[in-house]
T-cell receptor, first 114, second 114 residues
Framework: KQEVTQIPAALSVPEGENLVLNCSFTDSAIYNLQWFRQDPGKGLTSLLLIQSSQREQTSGRLNASLDKSSGRSTLYIAASQPGDSATYLCAVRGIGGSNYKLTFGKGTLLTVNP | EAGVAQSPRYKIIEKRQSVAFWCNPISGHATLYWYQQILGQGPKLLIQFQNNGVVDDSQLPKDRFSAERLKGVDSTLKIQPAKLEDSAVYLC????????????FGSGTRLTVV
């Protein structure tokens, strides 16, 4: 059974700082890994999708890496802004049939202080 | 492309009452998922549909929860009777059956059982 862990559970940083969020998963047989952002009371917004054959993806100030063999992914946020404050969720998609479902971590609550 | 539509956005009911949620996925997405997200937790899969067939409902409390997907498009999730612990955000998502695409989530329905 796939398990996803995110560290830290919460993070508070001053504006402008670069930061890293960590995600680990127990079963390396994954189809892809997706990072989401969730604002309070809202749904999930997809940030980056990394296929199992890829090592990293970039979008603006965000960079996500994937090391499938070690079961790890990181989300790097450069020059953080108060608008980045949200919960960041990591999810892995399994392979085949019912395993196509996404398994989520509990998320990292990020607060960027002005 | 239009996103995943969900309704209602909010619902407050008393315990032992019934409630239903509706989801319209992205056009052409064969796979539809219902997730339950309890406050402070990552989303947990309740049920996965492939077209109008159930692929995985292993975590659906079948004594009180039911779901259907008519004609392989819209889906409804019902709870009857509701319990206090059902208070959560119910998220609907859709994805392509196969391929490199990720999930797209709706805005969710926040259920409060009092």
């Amino acid at each position: 059974k796939q398990e996803v862990t995110q560290i830290p559970a919460a993070l508070s940083v001053p504006e402008g700082e670069n930061l890293v969020l960590n995600c680990s998963f127990t079963d390396s047989a994954i189809y892809n890994l997706q990072w989401f952002r969730q604002d309070p009371g809202k749904g999930l917004t997809s940030l980056l999708l990394i296929q199992s054959s890829q090592r990293e993806q970039t979008s603006g100030r965000l960079n996500a890496s994937l090391d499938k063999s070690s079961g790890r992914s990181t989300l790097y946020i450069a020059a953080s802004q108060p608008g980045d404050s949200a919960t960041y969720l990591c999810a892995v998609r399994g392979i085949g049939g019912s395993n196509y479902k996404l398994t989520f971590g509990k998320g990292t609550l990020l607060t960027v202080n002005p | 492309e239009a996103g995943v539509a969900q309704s209602p956005r909010y619902k407050i009911i008393e315990k032992r009452q019934s409630v239903a949620f509706w989801c319209n996925p992205i056009s052409g997405h064969a796979t539809l998922y219902w997730y339950q997200q309890i406050l402070g937790q990552g989303p947990k899969l309740l049920i996965q549909f492939q077209n109008n067939g159930v692929v995985d409902d292993s975590q659906l409390p079948k004594d009180r929860f039911s779901a259907e997907r008519l004609k392989g498009v819209d889906s409804t999730l019902k709870i009857q009777p509701a319990k206090l612990e059902d208070s959560a955000v119910y998220l609907c998502a859709s994805s392509l059956e196969v391929g490199a695409g990720g999930y797209t989530f709706g805005s969710g329905t926040r259920l409060t059982v009092v």
